[in-house]
């Protein structure tokens, strides 16, 4: 899919830089240090998954990667910016401008159907009405549901509904989606499948995933792996040779940068 709003081939910057990142929180008189110091570079297009023990910082590491949470010390810059200097306004605007989120529980709205769900995010976008319903109408096909777009969530498998999570993560053609723990609430088959189809938008919409997984299989799918281990990183490898292969189907002008430029200025 092309996304010429927000890639560009100019900008050399990794798409998210995270430098000596430390994340501790204030329990009455004692501190919790969850995040010790974490360096990571995550490139445009990356297919990457997160493990490790419970309670090792994995979703605090997530919610700082999609500015829902702010760091105690140490940087995390989008394409060279540092974010976490502007508002919690301008926050808000650029994360649901240039990040998608999908949960372990689907978290869709239980009075709208599938195809309302999908494309609410791009009408608060301000997206005409009928180019949101056409996109998400795509997206809803892309993931196998054409045939339960105005099937409520309760009327949809549990697998299905992660998939409409999945789509709604998508219509604002995020650079990219954070998914913590997408396959717990699923049986193995139907978790399985949603991984595959993780991978598949991976390659088709060119968007970088950071998936946070316990299963390791599963993990093993992704580009790259890596182990977290109480507020470290222990262990960080690529296990993909491949992906210059597979993102080279993709015409140049849909490989590049965000356009930070388009979000409010910091
Ligand atoms: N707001 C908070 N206040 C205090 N402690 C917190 C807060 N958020 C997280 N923690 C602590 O930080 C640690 C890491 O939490 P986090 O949710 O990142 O773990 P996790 O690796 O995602 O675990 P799981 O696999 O169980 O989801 C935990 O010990 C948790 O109790
Ligand atoms: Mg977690």
């Known amino acids: 899919m092309n996304n010429p709003d927000t890639l560009s ?16 929180f204030k329990m009455g008189k004692q501190t ?4 010790n ?24 590491l997530l919610h700082i990667m999609g500015t829902l949470d702010r760091p105690t010390s140490g940087q995390v810059l989008f394409e060279g910016k540092n974010l976490f200097k ?3 306004t301008t926050l808000a605007k650029f994360r649901n401008r240039f990040i998608g989120f999908v949960f372990q529980f689907h978290h869709l709205l239980p009075e709208f159907t599938a195809l309302e769900n999908t494309y609410l995010p791009a009408l608060i976008q301000k997206t005409p009405k009928s180019q949101a319903i056409q996109s998400a109408t795509d997206l809803l096909t892309e993931v196998g549901l054409s045939h ?32 913590d723990e997408p396959t717990g609430n699923l049986d193995t088959h139907t978790g399985d499948d949603l991984f595959a189809l993780l991978r598949k938008l991976n390659a088709s919409h060119g968007t970088a995933f950071v998936i946070v997984t316990h299963n390791e299989k599963l993990s093993h799918q992704t580009d790259r792996l890596i182990h ?32 930070l430029d388009e979000a409010p200025p910091l």
């Open 228 to 259: 977290l281990q109480d507020g470290h990183i222990i262990d960080d490898r690529c296990l993909s040779a491949s992906r210059v292969t597979e993102s080279s189907e993709h015409p140049e002008d849909e490989k590049g940068g965000l356009h």
């Open 32 to 35: 919790v240090k969850v995040l």
């Open 148 to 179: 339960r777009l105005h099937h409520k969530p309760g009327e949809l498998s549990g697998g299905e509904q992660q998939r409409v999570a999945v789509a709604r993560a998508l219509i604002r053609n995020p650079v990219l989606v954070l998914a």
């Open 37 to 60: 110091g974490i360096n990571l570079t995550l490139h445009r297009q990356e297919m990457v998954s997160i493990v490790g023990a419970s309670g090792a910082g994995k979703s605090t």
């Open 9 to 24: 081939q100019s900008n050399p910057q990794p798409l998210v830089l995270i430098k000596d990142l430390c994340r501790s």
């Open 86 to 88: 502007a508002s919690e």
